[in-house]
Protein backbone atom coordinates (compact mmCIF):
# COMPACT_ATOMS: atom_id res chain seq x y z
CA UNK A 1 0.00 0.00 0.00
CA UNK A 2 2.63 2.30 0.57
CA UNK A 3 2.28 5.01 -1.96
CA UNK A 4 -1.59 5.00 -1.67
CA UNK A 5 -2.73 9.08 -1.16
CA UNK A 6 -5.30 7.39 1.51
CA UNK A 7 -6.96 10.80 1.48
CA UNK A 8 -8.33 10.21 -1.79
CA UNK A 9 -10.10 7.08 -1.42
CA UNK A 10 -12.35 8.99 1.32
CA UNK A 11 -15.85 9.84 0.60
CA UNK A 12 -15.97 13.47 0.26
CA UNK A 13 -18.36 15.17 2.64
CA UNK A 14 -18.83 12.18 4.58
CA UNK A 15 -20.34 12.33 8.12
CA UNK A 16 -18.26 13.68 10.99
CA UNK A 17 -17.19 11.47 13.45
CA UNK A 18 -17.77 12.43 16.52
CA UNK A 19 -16.33 10.78 19.99
CA UNK A 20 -17.81 12.15 22.89
CA UNK A 21 -15.79 12.35 26.22
CA UNK A 22 -13.79 8.73 24.47
CA UNK A 23 -12.47 7.13 28.04
CA UNK A 24 -9.92 4.60 26.30
CA UNK A 25 -7.22 5.47 23.69
CA UNK A 26 -7.71 1.92 22.40
CA UNK A 27 -11.29 2.59 21.78
CA UNK A 28 -10.40 6.09 19.33
CA UNK A 29 -7.58 4.37 17.56
CA UNK A 30 -10.34 1.39 16.21
CA UNK A 31 -12.64 3.74 15.64
CA UNK A 32 -10.35 5.56 13.31
CA UNK A 33 -9.41 2.19 12.25
CA UNK A 34 -12.96 1.28 11.19
CA UNK A 35 -13.46 5.19 9.88
CA UNK A 36 -10.78 4.36 7.26
CA UNK A 37 -11.93 0.77 6.58
CA UNK A 38 -15.08 2.73 4.88
CA UNK A 39 -13.79 5.44 3.35
CA UNK A 40 -14.64 8.16 6.28
CA UNK A 41 -12.15 10.44 7.79
CA UNK A 42 -13.33 13.29 9.66
CA UNK A 43 -12.96 12.51 13.32
CA UNK A 44 -13.64 15.26 15.89
CA UNK A 45 -13.55 14.75 19.90
CA UNK A 46 -15.02 16.21 22.53
CA UNK A 47 -12.74 16.20 26.25
CA UNK A 48 -11.03 12.77 25.56
CA UNK A 49 -10.61 11.46 29.18
CA UNK A 50 -6.95 10.79 28.90
CA UNK A 51 -5.89 13.84 26.83
CA UNK A 52 -4.30 13.94 23.54
CA UNK A 53 -2.17 13.07 21.16
CA UNK A 54 -2.73 9.33 22.69
CA UNK A 55 -0.27 6.86 21.95
CA UNK A 56 -2.66 4.09 22.85
CA UNK A 57 -4.77 5.40 20.15
CA UNK A 58 -2.43 6.22 17.24
CA UNK A 59 -1.18 2.23 17.88
CA UNK A 60 -4.57 0.97 18.23
CA UNK A 61 -5.50 2.43 14.68
CA UNK A 62 -3.54 -0.07 13.12
CA UNK A 63 -2.14 2.33 10.27
CA UNK A 64 -5.24 4.62 9.94
CA UNK A 65 -2.80 7.34 11.14
CA UNK A 66 -4.48 10.15 8.39
CA UNK A 67 -7.68 10.02 10.67
CA UNK A 68 -5.57 10.13 14.17
CA UNK A 69 -3.99 13.01 13.01
CA UNK A 70 -5.75 14.94 11.38
CA UNK A 71 -8.28 14.40 14.70
CA UNK A 72 -10.19 18.30 15.89
CA UNK A 73 -10.55 18.62 19.76
CA UNK A 74 -13.17 20.19 21.36
CA UNK A 75 -14.12 21.06 24.60
CA UNK A 76 -17.76 20.41 24.94
CA UNK A 77 -20.15 18.72 22.40
CA UNK A 78 -22.24 22.16 21.26
CA UNK A 79 -19.13 23.44 20.21
CA UNK A 80 -18.30 20.17 18.29
CA UNK A 81 -21.14 20.28 16.63
CA UNK A 82 -21.15 24.13 15.93
CA UNK A 83 -21.08 24.06 11.80
CA UNK A 84 -22.86 21.17 11.39
CA UNK A 85 -26.33 21.10 9.70
CA UNK A 86 -27.91 17.95 10.96
CA UNK A 87 -26.34 15.65 13.96
CA UNK A 88 -27.34 12.31 14.95
CA UNK A 89 -27.15 10.78 18.70
CA UNK A 90 -25.82 6.85 18.88
CA UNK A 91 -27.99 5.27 21.70
CA UNK A 92 -28.51 2.08 22.57
CA UNK A 93 -31.41 2.39 24.32
CA UNK A 94 -34.79 4.71 23.62
CA UNK A 95 -35.10 7.51 25.49
CA UNK A 96 -37.84 9.55 27.23
CA UNK A 97 -37.49 11.70 24.52
CA UNK A 98 -39.69 12.95 21.44
CA UNK A 99 -37.18 12.52 19.05
CA UNK A 100 -36.82 10.93 15.23
CA UNK A 101 -35.19 7.48 15.46
CA UNK A 102 -33.62 5.54 12.58
CA UNK A 103 -31.22 2.53 11.75
CA UNK A 104 -28.02 3.15 10.33
CA UNK A 105 -29.24 2.02 6.63
CA UNK A 106 -31.73 4.92 7.18
CA UNK A 107 -29.54 7.47 8.20
CA UNK A 108 -26.95 6.46 5.63
CA UNK A 109 -29.49 7.58 3.08
CA UNK A 110 -30.38 10.83 4.79
CA UNK A 111 -27.07 11.83 5.09
CA UNK A 112 -26.07 11.63 1.18
CA UNK A 113 -29.10 13.17 0.39
CA UNK A 114 -28.47 16.04 3.18
CA UNK A 115 -24.67 16.19 1.13
CA UNK A 116 -26.48 16.70 -2.13
CA UNK A 117 -27.95 19.74 -0.69
CA UNK A 118 -24.40 21.02 0.61
CA UNK A 119 -25.58 20.34 4.10
CA UNK A 120 -22.61 19.00 6.28
CA UNK A 121 -23.92 16.01 9.25
CA UNK A 122 -22.15 14.81 11.91
CA UNK A 123 -22.96 11.81 14.56
CA UNK A 124 -22.40 11.54 17.94
CA UNK A 125 -21.10 8.66 19.97
CA UNK A 126 -21.07 8.60 23.68
CA UNK A 127 -18.50 7.53 26.70
CA UNK A 128 -17.96 4.02 26.84
CA UNK A 129 -19.16 3.25 30.01
CA UNK A 130 -22.62 5.44 29.98
CA UNK A 131 -23.17 6.82 26.51
CA UNK A 132 -24.45 10.22 25.39
CA UNK A 133 -25.64 12.78 28.24
CA UNK A 134 -29.72 14.00 27.81
CA UNK A 135 -28.13 17.41 27.07
CA UNK A 136 -25.89 15.89 24.64
CA UNK A 137 -28.90 14.04 22.76
CA UNK A 138 -30.67 17.76 23.17
CA UNK A 139 -27.74 19.05 20.56
CA UNK A 140 -29.30 16.01 18.00
CA UNK A 141 -32.08 16.04 15.42
CA UNK A 142 -32.22 12.34 15.67
CA UNK A 143 -30.86 9.27 17.49
CA UNK A 144 -29.13 6.56 15.23
CA UNK A 145 -30.55 2.64 16.60
CA UNK A 146 -28.56 -0.33 15.61
CA UNK A 147 -30.89 -3.03 15.06
CA UNK A 148 -29.50 -5.81 17.82
CA UNK A 149 -30.38 -8.42 19.87
CA UNK A 150 -32.61 -6.89 22.51
CA UNK A 151 -30.89 -9.31 25.21
CA UNK A 152 -27.58 -8.07 24.56
CA UNK A 153 -27.77 -4.75 23.30
CA UNK A 154 -24.44 -2.77 24.08
CA UNK A 155 -22.29 -2.46 21.04
CA UNK A 156 -18.54 -1.36 21.38
CA UNK A 157 -17.69 2.34 20.34
CA UNK A 158 -15.39 1.25 17.39
CA UNK A 159 -18.22 -1.69 16.63
CA UNK A 160 -21.10 1.52 16.61
CA UNK A 161 -18.72 3.58 13.95
CA UNK A 162 -18.00 0.38 12.35
CA UNK A 163 -21.50 -0.50 11.39
CA UNK A 164 -22.06 3.14 10.22
CA UNK A 165 -19.07 3.35 7.94
CA UNK A 166 -20.00 0.28 6.33
CA UNK A 167 -23.58 1.37 6.04
CA UNK A 168 -22.24 4.57 4.28
CA UNK A 169 -19.72 2.63 2.38
CA UNK A 170 -22.59 0.17 1.05
CA UNK A 171 -23.87 3.53 -0.94
CA UNK A 172 -21.21 2.99 -3.35
CA UNK A 173 -19.60 4.97 -4.93
CA UNK A 174 -22.37 7.18 -5.62
CA UNK A 175 -21.15 9.05 -2.28
CA UNK A 176 -17.47 9.73 -4.50
CA UNK A 177 -16.86 13.35 -4.95
CA UNK A 178 -16.07 13.05 -8.60
CA UNK A 179 -18.53 9.90 -9.62
CA UNK A 180 -21.49 10.71 -11.68
CA UNK A 181 -23.80 12.59 -10.07
CA UNK A 182 -26.59 10.64 -8.56
CA UNK A 183 -29.61 10.86 -6.15
CA UNK A 184 -31.54 13.94 -8.37
CA UNK A 185 -34.80 12.13 -7.86
CA UNK A 186 -34.33 12.03 -4.33
CA UNK A 187 -33.25 15.37 -4.19
CA UNK A 188 -36.70 16.35 -5.31
CA UNK A 189 -38.45 14.78 -2.77
CA UNK A 190 -37.77 15.13 1.44
CA UNK A 191 -37.94 18.88 3.05
CA UNK A 192 -37.90 21.45 0.45
CA UNK A 193 -35.83 24.43 1.51
CA UNK A 194 -36.40 26.67 -1.47
CA UNK A 195 -33.98 30.19 -1.03
CA UNK A 196 -33.08 29.40 2.55
CA UNK A 197 -30.49 26.76 4.33
CA UNK A 198 -30.58 24.42 7.46
CA UNK A 199 -29.17 26.63 10.42
CA UNK A 200 -25.79 25.59 11.15
CA UNK A 201 -25.93 24.16 14.92
CA UNK A 202 -24.39 27.09 16.19
CA UNK A 203 -26.74 29.26 14.73
CA UNK A 204 -29.45 27.35 16.63
CA UNK A 205 -27.49 26.70 20.09
CA UNK A 206 -27.48 31.08 19.60
CA UNK A 207 -30.99 31.19 19.80
CA UNK A 208 -31.26 28.28 22.37
CA UNK A 209 -29.21 30.22 24.57
CA UNK A 210 -31.19 33.95 23.93
CA UNK A 211 -34.38 32.07 24.34
CA UNK A 212 -33.22 30.72 27.55
CA UNK A 213 -31.64 33.92 28.73
CA UNK A 214 -35.00 35.47 28.97
CA UNK A 215 -36.60 32.69 30.16
CA UNK A 216 -34.23 32.80 33.82
CA UNK A 217 -35.08 36.62 33.16
CA UNK A 218 -38.92 35.79 33.09
CA UNK A 219 -38.91 33.11 36.17
CA UNK A 220 -39.81 30.19 33.79
CA UNK A 221 -36.85 28.08 34.00
CA UNK A 222 -37.58 27.24 38.00
CA UNK A 223 -37.40 25.74 40.30
CA UNK A 224 -33.33 25.66 39.38
CA UNK A 225 -33.51 21.66 39.95
CA UNK A 226 -35.94 21.37 37.02
CA UNK A 227 -33.85 24.02 34.62
CA UNK A 228 -31.81 21.34 32.88
CA UNK A 229 -34.32 18.59 31.95
CA UNK A 230 -36.71 22.33 31.11
CA UNK A 231 -33.93 23.15 28.83
CA UNK A 232 -33.40 19.68 27.34
CA UNK A 233 -36.79 19.60 26.25
CA UNK A 234 -37.02 23.29 24.95
CA UNK A 235 -34.05 22.40 22.36
CA UNK A 236 -35.61 18.76 21.49
CA UNK A 237 -38.45 20.50 20.90
CA UNK A 238 -37.10 23.27 18.39
CA UNK A 239 -34.90 20.73 16.91
CA UNK A 240 -37.97 18.90 15.82
CA UNK A 241 -38.45 22.08 13.49
CA UNK A 242 -35.17 21.48 12.01
CA UNK A 243 -35.23 25.02 11.38
CA UNK A 244 -33.62 27.47 8.50
CA UNK A 245 -31.41 29.99 9.15
CA UNK A 246 -34.09 32.81 8.39
CA UNK A 247 -36.50 30.59 11.03
CA UNK A 248 -33.59 31.21 13.45
CA UNK A 249 -33.67 34.86 12.43
CA UNK A 250 -37.58 34.60 12.90
CA UNK A 251 -37.64 32.84 15.88
CA UNK A 252 -35.13 35.45 18.00
CA UNK A 253 -37.64 38.63 16.60
CA UNK A 254 -40.20 37.11 18.09
CA UNK A 255 -38.49 36.02 21.69
CA UNK A 256 -37.54 40.06 21.75
CA UNK A 257 -40.40 41.34 20.39
CA UNK A 258 -42.61 39.34 23.22
CA UNK A 259 -40.27 40.51 26.04
CA UNK A 260 -39.96 43.95 24.96
CA UNK A 261 -43.85 43.77 24.57
CA UNK A 262 -44.75 46.08 27.27
CA UNK A 263 -43.12 48.92 25.78
CA UNK A 264 -45.74 49.75 23.26
CA UNK A 265 -48.48 52.16 23.82
CA UNK A 266 -52.07 50.04 23.03
CA UNK A 267 -54.37 51.35 21.18
CA UNK A 268 -56.95 50.65 23.33
CA UNK A 269 -55.20 47.82 24.83
CA UNK A 270 -55.19 46.23 28.37
CA UNK A 271 -52.44 48.19 30.58
CA UNK B 1 -31.21 -8.44 32.32
CA UNK B 2 -30.64 -10.76 35.47
CA UNK B 3 -33.03 -13.86 34.43
CA UNK B 4 -33.14 -13.22 30.59
CA UNK B 5 -32.04 -16.48 28.74
CA UNK B 6 -30.14 -15.26 26.39
CA UNK B 7 -30.39 -18.54 24.06
CA UNK B 8 -34.04 -18.15 23.43
CA UNK B 9 -33.11 -14.58 22.00
CA UNK B 10 -30.53 -16.65 19.50
CA UNK B 11 -31.70 -17.09 15.74
CA UNK B 12 -31.80 -20.90 15.54
CA UNK B 13 -30.18 -22.43 12.84
CA UNK B 14 -27.49 -19.34 12.61
CA UNK B 15 -24.54 -19.87 10.95
CA UNK B 16 -21.71 -21.48 12.85
CA UNK B 17 -18.97 -18.84 13.40
CA UNK B 18 -15.76 -20.91 12.83
CA UNK B 19 -12.45 -18.73 13.83
CA UNK B 20 -9.53 -20.61 12.56
CA UNK B 21 -6.04 -20.34 14.66
CA UNK B 22 -7.06 -17.46 16.38
CA UNK B 23 -4.24 -16.02 18.43
CA UNK B 24 -5.67 -13.06 20.57
CA UNK B 25 -8.41 -14.17 23.86
CA UNK B 26 -9.30 -10.85 23.02
CA UNK B 27 -10.03 -10.63 19.44
CA UNK B 28 -11.97 -14.87 20.12
CA UNK B 29 -14.45 -12.62 22.77
CA UNK B 30 -15.09 -9.44 21.61
CA UNK B 31 -16.14 -11.81 18.41
CA UNK B 32 -18.64 -13.65 21.31
CA UNK B 33 -19.84 -10.66 22.08
CA UNK B 34 -20.25 -9.50 18.19
CA UNK B 35 -22.11 -12.81 17.85
CA UNK B 36 -24.56 -12.12 20.91
CA UNK B 37 -25.18 -8.60 19.35
CA UNK B 38 -26.92 -10.44 16.64
CA UNK B 39 -28.70 -13.45 18.14
CA UNK B 40 -25.52 -15.25 17.00
CA UNK B 41 -24.52 -18.43 19.76
CA UNK B 42 -22.46 -20.87 17.54
CA UNK B 43 -18.61 -20.48 17.59
CA UNK B 44 -16.44 -23.07 16.95
CA UNK B 45 -13.09 -22.67 17.19
CA UNK B 46 -9.86 -23.64 15.47
CA UNK B 47 -6.54 -24.85 17.41
CA UNK B 48 -6.24 -21.62 19.34
CA UNK B 49 -3.05 -20.27 19.65
CA UNK B 50 -2.89 -19.62 23.36
CA UNK B 51 -5.43 -22.77 24.41
CA UNK B 52 -8.68 -23.06 25.95
CA UNK B 53 -10.33 -22.10 28.09
CA UNK B 54 -8.91 -18.88 27.71
CA UNK B 55 -9.22 -15.82 30.82
CA UNK B 56 -8.54 -13.35 27.85
CA UNK B 57 -11.68 -14.13 25.95
CA UNK B 58 -13.97 -14.72 28.42
CA UNK B 59 -13.34 -10.94 29.68
CA UNK B 60 -13.49 -9.50 26.37
CA UNK B 61 -16.55 -11.49 25.66
CA UNK B 62 -18.17 -8.48 28.73
CA UNK B 63 -21.29 -11.09 29.66
CA UNK B 64 -21.49 -13.08 26.26
CA UNK B 65 -20.23 -15.80 28.28
CA UNK B 66 -22.96 -18.25 26.85
CA UNK B 67 -21.20 -18.17 23.26
CA UNK B 68 -17.82 -18.95 24.60
CA UNK B 69 -18.81 -21.71 27.10
CA UNK B 70 -20.24 -23.46 24.33
CA UNK B 71 -17.38 -22.69 21.79
CA UNK B 72 -16.64 -26.33 20.36
CA UNK B 73 -12.87 -27.11 19.74
CA UNK B 74 -11.05 -28.23 16.78
CA UNK B 75 -7.82 -29.55 15.78
CA UNK B 76 -8.63 -28.82 11.86
CA UNK B 77 -10.73 -26.77 10.06
CA UNK B 78 -11.73 -29.68 7.83
CA UNK B 79 -12.73 -31.35 11.22
CA UNK B 80 -14.68 -27.82 11.82
CA UNK B 81 -17.00 -28.12 8.95
CA UNK B 82 -17.53 -31.63 8.71
CA UNK B 83 -20.84 -31.36 10.09
CA UNK B 84 -22.10 -28.19 7.42
CA UNK B 85 -23.54 -28.44 3.91
CA UNK B 86 -22.15 -24.88 2.86
CA UNK B 87 -19.21 -23.10 3.60
CA UNK B 88 -17.85 -19.17 3.35
CA UNK B 89 -13.97 -18.19 3.88
CA UNK B 90 -14.02 -14.49 4.77
CA UNK B 91 -10.71 -12.85 2.82
CA UNK B 92 -9.82 -8.99 2.36
CA UNK B 93 -8.65 -9.96 -0.70
CA UNK B 94 -9.19 -11.74 -4.28
CA UNK B 95 -7.45 -14.83 -3.91
CA UNK B 96 -6.12 -16.43 -6.96
CA UNK B 97 -8.87 -19.13 -7.24
CA UNK B 98 -12.41 -19.53 -8.94
CA UNK B 99 -14.86 -19.28 -6.75
CA UNK B 100 -18.19 -17.58 -5.97
CA UNK B 101 -17.49 -14.33 -3.80
CA UNK B 102 -20.19 -12.64 -2.00
CA UNK B 103 -21.11 -9.37 0.09
CA UNK B 104 -22.44 -10.56 4.04
CA UNK B 105 -25.85 -9.32 2.58
CA UNK B 106 -25.68 -11.76 -0.15
CA UNK B 107 -24.61 -14.29 1.98
CA UNK B 108 -26.54 -14.03 4.95
CA UNK B 109 -29.93 -14.25 2.22
CA UNK B 110 -28.17 -17.64 0.50
CA UNK B 111 -27.81 -18.67 4.66
CA UNK B 112 -31.16 -17.64 5.51
CA UNK B 113 -32.13 -19.98 2.27
CA UNK B 114 -30.20 -22.69 2.80
CA UNK B 115 -32.04 -23.16 6.42
CA UNK B 116 -35.51 -23.11 5.15
CA UNK B 117 -34.50 -26.33 3.36
CA UNK B 118 -32.33 -27.33 6.32
CA UNK B 119 -29.25 -26.99 5.34
CA UNK B 120 -26.83 -25.86 7.73
CA UNK B 121 -23.79 -22.80 6.99
CA UNK B 122 -20.90 -21.74 8.64
CA UNK B 123 -18.33 -19.42 7.72
CA UNK B 124 -14.23 -19.23 7.90
CA UNK B 125 -12.40 -16.30 10.09
CA UNK B 126 -8.95 -16.62 9.61
CA UNK B 127 -5.56 -16.06 11.69
CA UNK B 128 -5.42 -12.47 12.66
CA UNK B 129 -2.35 -11.46 11.06
CA UNK B 130 -2.52 -13.54 8.00
CA UNK B 131 -5.72 -14.60 7.39
CA UNK B 132 -7.10 -18.21 5.97
CA UNK B 133 -4.23 -20.16 4.32
CA UNK B 134 -5.30 -21.05 0.48
CA UNK B 135 -6.29 -24.53 1.97
CA UNK B 136 -8.91 -23.56 4.27
CA UNK B 137 -10.41 -21.75 1.82
CA UNK B 138 -9.81 -25.09 -0.69
CA UNK B 139 -12.68 -26.35 1.71
CA UNK B 140 -15.42 -23.40 1.26
CA UNK B 141 -18.12 -23.06 -0.98
CA UNK B 142 -17.98 -18.95 -1.37
CA UNK B 143 -15.96 -16.36 -0.52
CA UNK B 144 -17.27 -13.81 2.04
CA UNK B 145 -16.07 -10.65 0.81
CA UNK B 146 -17.15 -7.20 3.01
CA UNK B 147 -17.20 -3.79 0.77
CA UNK B 148 -14.39 -2.05 2.01
CA UNK B 149 -12.24 0.86 1.42
CA UNK B 150 -9.63 -0.33 -0.95
CA UNK B 151 -6.68 1.25 -0.09
CA UNK B 152 -7.41 0.45 3.65
CA UNK B 153 -9.36 -2.98 3.90
CA UNK B 154 -8.25 -4.93 6.81
CA UNK B 155 -11.01 -5.26 8.90
CA UNK B 156 -10.25 -7.04 12.69
CA UNK B 157 -11.10 -10.21 13.30
CA UNK B 158 -14.23 -9.09 16.10
CA UNK B 159 -15.12 -6.83 13.39
CA UNK B 160 -15.63 -9.36 10.64
CA UNK B 161 -17.95 -11.34 12.65
CA UNK B 162 -19.94 -8.47 13.51
CA UNK B 163 -20.39 -6.88 9.99
CA UNK B 164 -21.46 -10.92 9.16
CA UNK B 165 -23.75 -11.25 12.50
CA UNK B 166 -25.23 -7.34 11.63
CA UNK B 167 -26.30 -8.27 8.50
CA UNK B 168 -28.10 -11.62 9.57
CA UNK B 169 -29.72 -9.95 11.94
CA UNK B 170 -31.19 -7.35 9.86
CA UNK B 171 -32.93 -10.02 8.48
CA UNK B 172 -35.22 -9.84 10.72
CA UNK B 173 -37.78 -11.35 12.86
CA UNK B 174 -38.23 -14.46 10.17
CA UNK B 175 -35.13 -15.76 11.30
CA UNK B 176 -36.08 -15.93 14.93
CA UNK B 177 -37.41 -19.84 15.93
CA UNK B 178 -39.92 -19.85 18.49
CA UNK B 179 -41.45 -16.06 17.03
CA UNK B 180 -40.02 -14.57 20.06
CA UNK B 181 -40.29 -10.55 20.43
CA UNK B 182 -37.27 -9.37 18.15
CA UNK B 183 -36.82 -7.17 15.36
CA UNK B 184 -38.28 -4.81 18.47
CA UNK B 185 -35.22 -1.97 18.14
CA UNK B 186 -36.05 -1.93 14.33
CA UNK B 187 -40.01 -1.41 15.02
CA UNK B 188 -39.05 1.42 17.00
CA UNK B 189 -37.69 3.31 14.60
CA UNK B 190 -39.80 6.14 13.35
CA UNK B 191 -40.80 9.48 15.90
CA UNK B 192 -40.99 8.63 19.21
CA UNK B 193 -42.94 10.27 21.95
CA UNK B 194 -43.07 8.36 25.24
CA UNK B 195 -45.97 9.37 27.31
CA UNK B 196 -47.38 11.97 25.69
CA UNK B 197 -49.58 11.63 22.30
CA UNK B 198 -48.97 14.19 19.06
CA UNK B 199 -51.37 17.31 19.84
CA UNK B 200 -54.80 17.51 18.22
CA UNK B 201 -55.20 20.43 15.66
CA UNK B 202 -57.17 22.16 17.95
CA UNK B 203 -54.62 22.58 20.29
CA UNK B 204 -52.29 23.71 17.59
CA UNK B 205 -54.27 26.42 16.52
CA UNK B 206 -54.96 27.49 19.73
CA UNK B 207 -51.49 28.14 20.60
CA UNK B 208 -51.53 30.14 17.14
CA UNK B 209 -53.89 32.37 17.99
CA UNK B 210 -52.53 32.96 21.21
CA UNK B 211 -49.12 33.69 19.91
CA UNK B 212 -50.58 35.58 17.64
CA UNK B 213 -52.68 37.79 19.63
CA UNK B 214 -49.40 38.52 21.76
CA UNK B 215 -47.15 39.47 18.40
CA UNK B 216 -49.87 41.87 17.09
CA UNK B 217 -49.74 43.18 20.64
CA UNK B 218 -46.43 43.75 20.37
CA UNK B 219 -45.95 44.93 17.09
CA UNK B 220 -43.89 41.89 15.54
CA UNK B 221 -46.62 41.56 12.72
CA UNK B 222 -46.39 44.47 10.97
CA UNK B 223 -47.09 46.33 8.42
CA UNK B 224 -50.58 44.40 8.19
CA UNK B 225 -50.16 44.16 4.60
CA UNK B 226 -46.91 41.37 5.54
CA UNK B 227 -49.06 39.83 8.40
CA UNK B 228 -50.83 37.05 6.58
CA UNK B 229 -47.52 35.69 4.97
CA UNK B 230 -45.70 36.38 8.42
CA UNK B 231 -48.70 34.04 9.81
CA UNK B 232 -48.15 31.60 7.71
CA UNK B 233 -44.56 31.25 7.94
CA UNK B 234 -44.69 31.13 11.47
CA UNK B 235 -47.41 28.48 11.55
CA UNK B 236 -45.69 26.52 9.24
CA UNK B 237 -42.50 26.46 11.32
CA UNK B 238 -44.38 24.95 13.88
CA UNK B 239 -45.90 22.82 12.61
CA UNK B 240 -42.79 20.90 11.66
CA UNK B 241 -42.30 20.80 15.14
CA UNK B 242 -44.94 18.11 15.26
CA UNK B 243 -45.68 19.34 18.53
CA UNK B 244 -47.43 16.62 21.43
CA UNK B 245 -50.12 18.08 23.56
CA UNK B 246 -47.08 18.80 26.53
CA UNK B 247 -45.19 20.84 23.98
CA UNK B 248 -48.21 23.16 23.26
CA UNK B 249 -48.78 23.40 26.94
CA UNK B 250 -45.35 24.34 27.49
CA UNK B 251 -45.21 26.60 24.39
CA UNK B 252 -47.84 28.81 25.99
CA UNK B 253 -46.08 28.95 29.11
CA UNK B 254 -42.84 30.40 27.64
CA UNK B 255 -44.89 33.03 25.89
CA UNK B 256 -47.04 33.77 28.72
CA UNK B 257 -43.41 33.99 30.36
CA UNK B 258 -41.91 36.07 27.72
CA UNK B 259 -44.70 38.85 27.74
CA UNK B 260 -44.46 39.16 31.66
CA UNK B 261 -41.28 39.25 32.16
CA UNK B 262 -41.00 43.00 33.29
CA UNK B 263 -43.29 42.66 35.96
CA UNK B 264 -40.80 40.69 37.36
CA UNK B 265 -37.85 42.15 39.55
CA UNK B 266 -34.59 40.99 38.34
CA UNK B 267 -31.70 41.24 41.73
CA UNK B 268 -29.25 43.23 39.55
CA UNK B 269 -30.68 42.65 36.21
CA UNK B 270 -31.63 45.12 33.53
CA UNK B 271 -34.18 47.19 35.03
Redo the contacts between chains.
Keep these: ?1 AG ?1 D ?1 R ?2 SVEGGPAIILVEPQLGMNIG ?1 AA ?2 M ?4 LSEMRIVAPRDGWPNIDASKAA ?3 DWVIDGAKLYDTTAEAVADLHFVYATTAR ?1 R ?8 P ?2 AVASIKHRLDLDQKSGILFGRERTGLTNDDIALADA ?1 L ?12 L ?2 AV ?2 LG ?1 EW ?2 LGPLSYGDGAPTGEALAETGLRMPGTRPATKGEVVGFFEH ?1 ER ?2 D ?4 LRPPEKRPAMVR ?2 RN ?2 H ?4 TEQ ?1 IR ?2 R ?3 A ?6 L ?1 P ?1 PG ?1 KP
Tied chains: 1, 2.
Design positions: MTHREMRAANFGSGAIDMVKQVETAEIMAPVNPAFASLNAQLLYFKLELDSGFNIMFRMAPDTLGVISLVRQHRKG
